[in-house]
């Protein structure tokens, strides 16, 4: 018999009572079909019991649109309510989502039923498939465990593909090209780009990897976008960072919409390099964008007669004159980075008006170079604090990183294979299947999934972190064990993928101190709360930045800048809150992630847009509806980080 918990805290492992029959390679697909089968009738009849019985006790549903018009995922106390449909016109309740979607015409996929085993003592037997719905063509994965002598899903991942009459111009549906045209192409893009005889249809404010993977998905569903940049140049939020910047993720999770890195593509990029890729990205995908343009937030509003934003866009020419534009626009989408707002400080300290040295945020570092022979302090003990402590390091700097809270650390040689060798990398899925496998686990299972990863990655990284605890540098498993991906989607910081620093923090090159700054004395002193003292040229605080109130602020408005909905961190489910998700300002969406999340989300969020440009985009079937129409059965929230020991 299966173990059952509230939650929960392990995989379905054969000790607890999951382990299949050892003859079950034989029956793989007739298991899969009837499981499918079962599946399928209950979405045709919109039998929320039927439907909940092909689920484990303690399984989940994440939804991606095809049901939910939502990001969702929903325990199996709670699929049972949200499926079933209530055909008596007496109750007040509207119909449940079932006979809404009209889900039909269910197929394996590409990739036939297989069974997996992520773990010795973890079996699953993983379903694909596809089918359609009123909107659209639709994916889905589930992974089936052997549960009570019948195989159930722990987990099912639905996915809204399409939008039904308006396929993607990709592949057969591309566009055909023009002969004999009045203009040479160079003309009819600088056409196109300036908007002079029409409005974009959609704006979006930020010319980053997102900003222009979103223009990118619009484009191909014929959805005409504008991408403004306050910056000169395309890729600058990348170029004009500090010198020594280089991605920490391997390239083979990095590949953007419709345009691969070419295969000689270095692992690790310089921050440089991308930004110069993203130029190329802009005029291959036929972009529109402007640089040097940015909103002004008082002369920019929601219309709510025509449903309209009235935008104004206070744009620098090339040859350096201003110009106003104005444009009438259905959605506008923030796409300015995850951190949001402006570089963050700390309150300023007794002293540091005054103090001899300089004192500056990481993001207006620029090299080490300008500090050789000097001595540096760099406050923070994350990514940034890392890389700049490694650029001061390589350029004869005497630095020292200060170290206020414990910090997660894996080497990239052993920690990427081990957390996406398996999905990204030279002999794996291609990305659009290896994205969908990834999406398809609720962040409730990734946890436990990573729990595992970590206990064996802390053994691989054993010397390594021996190594930083005899340094002084405080490392830890991650809340509960789980390694960085929680403070990730929580507070997207609190981690180091070491690609040298860790090391120099072994050798000495780093030296680190623990604890807090008291205050910025004469001859450029630096007071620590323990009471002691050092001099200092030069102190960077790698410290973020203010968030997203801000960045509303000054894009549309200070009526919306306390009012919109939460943006990064985990919601009831788990789900990210914000993301290409209803925001609470009207036609309004936030897009941030890295560069592996992009591709899915960008095309989440034009999907959406598409649809509600059309008229066809229902209600969205949240968990604040579900909780208000009384049907969470199971009331548990998800936590992704808990007994936290003090990290902050």
Same mark, same amino acid.
């Given at each position: 018999?299966?173990t059952y918990l509230t939650a929960p805290s392990d995989l379905p492992s054969h000790e607890r009572g999951f382990k299949p029959d050892d003859n079950v390679e034989h029956k793989v697909h007739s298991i899969a079909q009837h499981w499918l089968s079962t599946f399928e009738r209950a979405t045709a009849t919109g039998d929320g019991e039927l439907f909940a019985s092909t689920f484990a006790?303690?399984?989940?549903?994440?939804?991606?649109?095809?049901?939910?018009?939502?990001?969702?995922?929903?325990?199996?106390?709670?699929?049972?309510?949200?499926?079933?449909?209530?055909?008596?016109?007496?109750?007040?309740?509207?119909?449940?989502?079932?006979?809404?979607?009209?889900?039909?015409?269910?197929?394996?996929?590409?990739?036939?039923?297989?069974?997996?085993?992520?773990?010795?003592?973890?079996?699953?037997?993983?379903?694909?498939?596809?089918?359609?719905?009123?909107?659209?063509?639709?994916?889905? /994965?589930?992974?089936?465990?052997?549960?009570? #002598?019948?195989?159930?899903?722990?987990?099912?991942?639905?996915?809204?593909e399409g939008v039904q009459d308006h396929p993607q111009r990709v592949g057969a549906h591309r566009a055909r090209g023009t002969h004999n045209d009045k203009l040479s192409y160079d003309e009819r893009r600088d056409e196109e780009g300036e908007?002079?005889?029409?409005?974009?249809?959609?704006?979006?404010?930020?010319?980053?990897?997102?900003?222009?993977?979103?223009?990118?998905?619009?484009?191909?569903?014929?959805?005409? @976008?504008? #991408?403004?940049?306050?910056?000169?140049?395309?890729?600058?939020?990348?170029?004009?960072?500090?010198?020594?910047? @280089?991605? *920490?993720?391997?390239?083979?999770?990095?590949?953007?919409?419709?345009?691969?890195?070419?295969?000689?593509?270095?692992?690790?990029?310089?921050?440089?390099?991308?930004?110069?890729?993203?130029?190329?990205?802009?005029?291959?995908?036929?972009?529109?964008?402007?640089?040097?343009?940015?909103?002004?937030?008082?002369?920019?509003?929601?219309?709510?007669?025509?449903?309209?934003?009235?935008?104004?866009?206070?744009?620098?020419?090339?040859?350096?004159?201003?110009?106003?534009?104005?444009?009438?626009?259905?959605?506008?989408?923030?796409?300015?980075?995850?951190?949001?707002?402006?570089?963050? $400080?700390?309150?300023?300290?007794?002293?540091?008006?005054?103090?001899?040295?300089?004192?500056? *945020?990481? @993001?207006?570092?620029?090299?080490?170079?300008?500090?050789?022979?000097?001595?540096?302090?760099?406050?923070?003990?994350?990514?940034?604090?890392?890389?700049?402590?490694?650029?001061?390091?390589?350029?004869?700097?005497?630095?020292?990183?200060?170290?206020?809270?414990?910090?997660?650390?894996?080497?990239?040689?052993?920690? $990427?294979? $081990?957390?996406?060798?398996?999905?990204?990398?030279?002999?794996?899925?291609?990305?659009?299947?290896?994205?969908?496998?990834?999406?398809?686990?609720?962040?409730?299972?990734?946890?436990?999934?990573?729990?595992?990863?970590?206990?064996?990655?802390?053994?691989?990284?054993?010397?390594?972190?021996?190594?930083?605890?005899?340094?002084?540098?405080?490392?830890?498993?991650?809340?509960?064990?789980?390694?960085? /991906?929680?403070?990730?989607?929580?507070?997207?910081?609190?981690?180091?993928?070491?690609?040298?620093?860790?090391?120099?923090?072994?050798?000495?090159?780093?030296?680190?101190?623990?604890?807090?700054?008291?205050?910025?004395?004469?001859?450029?002193?630096?007071?620590?709360?323990?009471?002691?003292?050092?001099?200092?040229? #030069?102190?960077?605080?790698?410290?973020?930045?203010?968030?997203?109130?801000?960045? #509303?602020?000054?894009?549309?408005?200070?009526?919306?800048?306390?009012?919109?909905?939460?943006?990064?961190?985990?919601?009831?489910?788990?789900?990210?809150?914000?993301?290409?998700?209803?925001?609470?300002?009207?036609?309004?969406?936030?897009?941030?992630?890295?560069?592996?999340?992009?591709?899915?989300?960008?095309?989440?969020?034009?999907?959406?847009?598409?649809?509600?440009?059309?008229?066809?985009?229902?209600?969205?079937?949240?968990?604040?509806?579900?909780?208000?129409?009384?049907?969470?059965?199971?009331?548990?929230?998800?936590?992704?980080?808990?007994?936290?020991?003090? *990290?902050?």
């Amino acid at each position: 018999m299966a173990t059952y918990l509230t939650a929960p805290s392990d995989l379905p492992s054969h000790e607890r009572g999951f382990k299949p029959d050892d003859n079950v390679e034989h029956k793989v697909h007739s298991i899969a079909q009837h499981w499918l089968s079962t599946f399928e009738r209950a979405t045709a009849t919109g039998d929320g019991e039927l439907f909940a019985s092909t689920f484990a006790q303690d399984g989940y549903w994440r939804d991606i649109l095809a049901f939910t018009n939502d990001y969702r995922s929903i325990r199996t106390p709670n699929v049972a309510k949200a499926a079933q449909f209530y055909p008596r016109p007496s109750l007040i309740r509207q119909q449940a989502i079932f006979p809404k979607v009209g889900a039909r015409d269910f197929v394996f996929g590409l990739k036939e039923p297989h069974l997996e085993h992520p773990f010795p003592d973890v079996s699953f037997l993983t379903v694909y498939f596809e089918f359609a719905t009123n909107i659209g063509p639709a994916s889905g /994965i589930a992974r089936l465990v052997y549960e009570d #002598v019948a195989w159930k899903a722990f987990t099912v991942f639905t996915l809204l593909e399409g939008v039904q009459d308006h396929p993607q111009r990709v592949g057969a549906h591309r566009a055909r090209g023009t002969h004999n045209d009045k203009l040479s192409y160079d003309e009819r893009r600088d056409e196109e780009g300036e908007f002079l005889d029409s409005d974009p249809e959609v704006l979006i404010v930020g010319g980053g990897h997102n900003g222009l993977a979103l223009a990118a998905q619009l484009n191909s569903f014929g959805v005409r @976008s504008l #991408v403004i940049d306050r910056q000169k140049r395309v890729g600058d939020n990348w170029r004009l960072r500090y010198r020594s910047l @280089s991605l *920490h993720d391997p390239v083979y999770a990095n590949h953007l919409p419709f345009f691969p890195f070419p295969s000689n593509w270095p692992i690790f990029t310089p921050a440089g390099k991308l930004a110069n890729f993203l130029e190329s990205y802009v005029d291959v995908l036929e972009i529109n964008t402007w640089c040097e343009s940015e909103l002004d937030p008082l002369r920019t509003a929601f219309d709510e007669r025509t449903q309209q934003w009235n935008v104004t866009i206070l744009r620098t020419m090339p040859d350096g004159s201003k110009q106003e534009r104005q444009f009438k626009v259905s959605h506008v989408v923030l796409a300015t980075g995850l951190g949001g707002g402006k570089p963050k $400080m700390p309150a300023p300290f007794p002293g540091q008006d005054t103090w001899d040295g300089k004192v500056v *945020h990481s @993001s207006g570092h620029g090299s080490g170079a300008q500090w050789k022979g000097k001595k540096a302090l760099v406050v923070g003990a994350c990514t940034s604090g890392h890389d700049i402590s490694v650029d001061f390091a390589k350029n004869g700097v005497d630095v020292t990183m200060l170290q206020r809270s414990p910090t997660f650390v894996m080497s990239v040689s052993k920690g $990427m294979p $081990m957390m996406v060798g398996g999905l990204y990398g030279e002999n794996t899925p291609p990305t659009d299947e290896a994205d969908r496998i990834a999406e398809s686990n609720p962040k409730s299972v990734v946890k436990l999934f990573h729990k595992r990863i970590i206990k064996d990655l802390a053994e691989a990284d054993a010397d390594l972190l021996s190594g930083l605890k005899k340094a002084g540098f405080n490392a830890w498993s991650g809340p509960e064990g789980s390694g960085f /991906i929680m403070m990730a989607l929580e507070k997207a910081g609190g981690y180091y993928f070491s690609t040298g620093g860790s090391e120099m923090i072994i050798s000495g090159d780093i030296k680190v101190k623990q604890g807090e700054i008291a205050s910025f004395d004469p001859n450029s002193v630096v007071t620590f709360k323990d009471g002691s003292t050092e001099q200092f040229d #030069v102190v960077v605080f790698a410290t973020g930045y203010t968030g997203f109130p801000d960045t #509303v602020r000054a894009t549309v408005g200070e009526k919306y800048a306390n009012t919109f909905n939460p943006v990064w961190g985990l919601d009831e489910e788990g789900e990210i809150r914000g993301v290409c998700r209803e925001s609470n300002i009207p036609n309004l969406y936030f897009l941030v992630g890295n560069l592996s999340a992009c591709r899915m989300s960008s095309k989440v969020l034009a999907l959406q847009i598409v649809q509600q440009r059309l008229g066809v985009f229902g209600e969205r079937y949240t968990y604040a509806k579900q909780k208000a129409d009384g049907d969470i059965v199971d009331g548990k929230k998800f936590h992704a980080i808990n007994g936290v020991n003090g *990290h902050n």
